[in-house]
């Protein structure tokens, strides 16, 4: 290699023709010089380094704003500080090769390839100061911003390895990039997931769909959780139980996704679930039914009220008033006095489809809190007084359950 390598200027001839003790200590110079340059250029960076990182950081601490303190803890003025010892270093090239003429060649080819990385280093520490200072509020906007970011790293990193591969060929950049048309289709495929998460990305910023922080359920995964993050290819999701599951960005809007954002900023969660009663033990109320449920308070009123408006009170309570019908007014008058349950929202006791098990009665309501755990304990209170109470009807609870009966949440 250094037959190539070291060619004197003027009138030397090429090593070829020097003896085999000129070559060594020809070689022996050069190799001093590249390694006295290259310690120059280490202890150049070291200075520079230190003097523009104190500078920075007396800029950065006299002022109040927060987009600097950013800039200087992600380094970017390090990677200034590299871009001027390169310039330097690129200066004194020829100054101190001057004789070698292929040297010169390589190292500038060299140094532009650093310069290509320099760079790209501090464009990328830019881009995550910027990421940083937009996302410093947790909004619909961070998932743009995440996945344009991530998306401008990607362009930056396959741009500058196209100028690093025309410095190395000694092609312009349009020939290598006319070359690569041919790929095109390839080049799609293998990045067909980064173009649908930053389109996704897009679309849940603008939309307002998802944001980082939401809880949300994706049946499609059977996964219920917190979003605690969106980027350009996945989505992580922290389950209840603590774990993570990651899916793909575009699945946040390509399935169905429930966002349980609004119950939980209105401070409020639905009880939906079902009492599966036999049918068998349904039956009329006579006058001894009635006189001893008119001792429960809740319904007292409402059966007196009944008995009122009838003028034939024996034969049309007996026809008309049956125990399952009681106890779902029960049920609702239980509900509307409860001090845990939303009176603005929703309220309701139903019957469901009779099945082969017996008949379900439904209580559809909204608890006033969304925190889990006093959510399931206002629920199981309701309902153990309510199973409990329903002796008092006379009413037989069915011990096997449907799909009916199942709690969605």
Known sequence: MFIEIIKIQGDHEFIDNLDWKKWIIITLILIGKIIFFAIVLIILQILLNKGISFIGKRIVSSTNFIWDNILYENKVFNSLSHFFSLFIGFILIKPCFK?????????????????????????????????????????????????????????????????????????????????LGAITAIVILVFRDTILGFVSGVQMATTKMIKVGDWIGIHKYHIEGTVIEINLISAKIENFDKTITSIPTYDLISTAVTNFEVMRKKNIRRIKRSILFNIQSFHFCNLDNLQKLENISLIKDYIQKKQKNTNIKININEKNMTNIGLFRQYALEYLYRHPKI????????????????????????????????????????????????????????????????????
């Open 99 to 179: 004789n070698y003429h292929t040297i010169i060649i390589y190292l500038e080819k060299t140094f532009d390839i650093l310069f290509v990385l320099i760079i790209l280093q501090l464009l990328i520490r830019i881009i995550n100061s910027i990421m940083r200072i937009s996302t410093s509020e947790n909004n619909h906007q961070t998932i743009a911003v995440r996945s344009f970011s991530q998306l401008l790293k990607i362009i930056s990193i396959i741009f500058c390895t196209l100028v690093i591969i025309a410095i190395l060929t000694k092609n312009d950049l349009i020939t290598i990039l006319t070359s």
């Open 342 to 409: 939303s009176q603005s929202e929703t309220l309701m006791v139903r019957h469901l489809e009779p099945t082969s098990y017996g008949l379900p009665l439904e209580l559809y309501c909204f608890v006033n809190t969304s925190e889990s755990i006093k959510y399931e304990k206002i629920q199981s209170n309701v309902f153990d007084h309510l199973l409990t109470v329903a002796k008092e009807f006379n009413l037989e609870v069915t011990q096997v359950f449907t799909k009916s009966s199942i709690i969605s949440k």
